[in-house]
């Protein structure tokens, strides 16, 4: 799921479901930043580490912990970028070279309405105005959740850059369907006279930042953008943010 919304560049591992190693998978600089957590925390905690250390082999780096630093952001070997999510039967990490992107983020959110109020503190007026729209054309997307995946992605991609922390009301986000999306809500409408099916609904993210963005290979970047789509009761969200340089980047091997 994750995969397909990343470009070939990024290697993904999810998990469906929690690792059966549990706190034995963990290496002992990992558990000892567990000392107060317990269950649910400490079994999601091990997950996405798992998901790490096989990504770091498929991209031919060697495994080791991963530690949280700061704000919780993972702390990746050199040469390395990434983000991990975790939601309920859900687990996932996303790794690339630093020479073939200067950051990504990923979340994944179980499709389910947020809860009462949160929305309002997640979207900006505009963004309101236009989950709306969708939701009176596509009512069984939960656009709500789907927002807030996104804003979640889009600030693990902004932190590494920038070392700061980035508001909801920071960044305006524009979400768009596909348009196999769209021509499969038709055909839903007019000749199965149902209402469209939404796992495997998919489309694009557009962030614009409402602050200074970072600088990226010497250019301020003010807009990040990303995929999107909905799929085994799940909503995930990608984004990545590209080299602006004109010519290869260190460490890229180009």
Known sequence: MMEELLPESVVVVESHGDDPAGDASLYPEELAVLTRAVGKRRREFATVRV?????????GVAPGPVLPGERGAPQWPEGVIGSMTHCEGYGAAALARAGDLASLGIDAEPHLALPDDVLDVVALPGE??????FGARVPAVHWDRLLFSAKESVYKAWFPLTGKWLDFSEADIDISLDRISLDRISLDRIFLDRAPVTDGLSGDLRAQLLVPGPVVDGLVVQTFTGRWTVRGGLVATAVTVPHTGPGPVPGSGA
């Open 128 to 133: 309101s105005d236009r989950l709306n729209r």
């Open 51 to 59: 998901c790490a250390r096989r990504a770091m082999e498929k991209l």
